[in-house]
């Protein structure tokens, strides 16, 4: 009799226990949501034991994935609260990913802490999950897909991914987002952020936070003039996130572009924007692997036949 390999058994037993975890939060079990990310974020490949929900995932989710993103201290946790305090007033279920840059990869208590949505801990239609983006070219954990996945199978209505704005990762956000929403600051020397290439086209909705000190007007002169030369018509939002000032405004912007979305069918170019990004996050990890299992010898070997083609060629010694 044929018996399975020890890794088989492995994966059977996992893949059954991510069936039962899945079951569980289908059912709005918040613990077994936790599990299966921790899960997910262990091995990414787990997703293919995820075919048959994954269809169901693609063709009837409507959760709308907000992207807030901008410089450090611009206010996005702040605003993500009061954001979020508008959806519950709605009864909209929210799911937030919080990526923190420094904090290791954890289960990150880090942003945990500092976003600290106090008033929605004990709320159930609230889920935090923050992780760390340490080892990824662009800032956003590759596992921000699978994560993805699993809130909506939970059923939230909206998913709100905050990163901080640094080097690459506003670009990476618009590989993720349906919506995202670029907070700028007086107090974050913003008017670097405005001459970056290529974030007029990653925001849909521009907010200016910290309303309440000096230069929020001269920054919002600058972006709008920017905006026209460019002739691009994007909504701007001055936003006060401490005191709540400009939230309803932010919440009908992006209520506006998501409404867009589906009446353009630009809500299904941006799936499969976000399902290729995917695919090649799931690549790049086979691909490291492979590099990995190549014995040392071997690549002595392969070091030595390019040196001998080196020496070979009229360029050689
Ligand atoms: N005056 C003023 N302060 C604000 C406003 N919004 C946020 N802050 C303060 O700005 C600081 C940074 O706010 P956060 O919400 O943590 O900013 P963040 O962009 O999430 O920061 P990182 O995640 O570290 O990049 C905090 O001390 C907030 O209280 C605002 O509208 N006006
Ligand atoms: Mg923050």
Do not use: W
């Not at 904090?103 to 609230?126: E, Q």
Request: with cysteine.
């Amino acid at each position: 009799m044929e018996t399975d390999k020890p890794e088989k058994l492995v994966l059977n037993q996992k893949s059954a226990q991510l069936s039962e975890l899945i079951k569980k939060l289908r059912k709005g079990d918040q613990m077994a949501l936790a599990k299966a990310i921790t899960f997910f974020e262990n091995d990414p490949e787990l997703i293919f034991y995820l075919q048959g929900e994954l269809q169901e995932i693609l063709t009837q989710s409507k959760s709308h994935i907000v992207g807030v993103t901008g410089s450090p201290g611009a206010g996005k946790s702040t605003l993500t609260d009061a954001y979020v305090s508008a959806l519950r007033r709605e009864g909209k279920k929210v799911g937030i990913i919080a990526v923190d840059p420094s904090s290791p990869f954890t289960g990150g208590a880090l942003l945990g802490d500092r976003i600290r949505m106090k008033r929605h801990f004990s709320d159930d239609g609230v889920f935090i999950r923050s992780m760390g983006s340490r080892g990824n070219v662009g800032g956003l954990n590759d596992s921000v897909f699978g994560v993805i996945m699993l809130y909506k199978l939970y059923g939230f209505d909206y998913i709100i991914i905050e990163t901080v704005g640094a080097g690459q990762s506003e670009v990476d956000i618009a590989y993720v987002a349906d919506t995202v929403v670029l907070v700028l600051s007086p107090s974050s020397g913003d008017e670097i952020q405005l001459m970056k290439a290529g974030i007029m086209e990653i925001a849909d909705v521009f907010v200016i936070n910290k309303a309440d000190i000096e230069g929020a007007e001269l920054l919002k002169m600058n972006l709008e003039t920017i905006l026209n030369i460019s002739e691009v018509c994007k909504p701007i939002v001055m936003s006060v996130a401490t005191s709540g000032k400009g939230i309803d405004e932010l919440y009908n912007e992006i209520e506006k572009h998501r409404i867009h979305l589906y009446e353009t069918g630009e809500i299904s170019q941006r799936a499969n924007r976000r399902m290729k990004k995917h695919a090649e996050a799931i690549l790049d990890k086979r691909i490291q692997s492979v590099l990995r299992s190549i014995d040392s010898n071997d690549v002595n070997a392969m070091v030595n036949t390019v040196l001998a083609e080196i020496c070979k060629s009229p360029f050689g010694g």
